[in-house]
């Protein structure tokens, strides 16, 4: 499916600022604490999780002088590198033609790639991805009575639209 650099752009935008609203205002304390009694993972966690994994896909694809972040760095690195990882997005997608631009996904067979997914698959891989983790870390400010501060302009509703509207190739 065709998607334009502006759409992707957007998405990788309107996510980054979703992102930084997950973590606006956390005590070092919020952003290591787990819930008791679950499997889950902490607010850190989560966000370094969402940063390497795009890092993984870069890699696959072929991208080079990507490194991935260590979870023993502490918070401020970690938004750093997500930052960085934003700039590197947007510069990629600017430099990027053609099919890169399109939604193909990444097509396994048992463990042997038969496709490598686009830049414009990855993009909306990953975003969707994160999106995921970032209702656990909203899950996890409310548990700590701190919840996310509201911002229309990053709305949960905004940054699903926009994933639903690239998927099925709706413009606003």
């Not at 290591?32 to 966690?45: A, D, F, H, L, Q």
Request: glycine share 6%.
């Amino acid at each position: 499916m065709k998607t334009s650099k502006n759409e992707l752009i957007e998405l990788v935008k309107l996510v980054r600022g979703y992102g930084h609203r997950m973590i606006v205002d956390l005590k070092e304390e919020e952003q290591t604490w787990t819930p008791p009694n679950t499997k889950g993972r902490s607010i850190k966690s989560y966000f370094l999780h969402i940063i390497n994994a795009e890092i993984f896909w870069l890699l696959k694809q072929g991208h080079e002088n990507l490194e991935y972040i260590g979870p023993d760095n502490p918070m401020d690195i970690i938004i750093e590198g997500y930052d960085k990882m934003e700039e590197y997005l947007l510069k990629t997608i600017e430099k990027s033609e053609g099919e890169q631009l399109e939604i193909i996904p990444h097509v396994l067979d048992k463990e042997q790639t038969i496709q490598m997914g686009t830049l414009g698959w990855m993009i909306w891989r990953t975003s969707m991805h994160a999106v995921h983790h970032f209702a656990q870390m909203a899950y996890i400010r409310f548990a700590l009575e701190n919840p996310p501060i509201e911002d229309s302009t990053y709305s949960w509703s905004r940054v699903m639209d926009t994933i639903v509207m690239l998927k099925h190739g709706i413009q606003e």
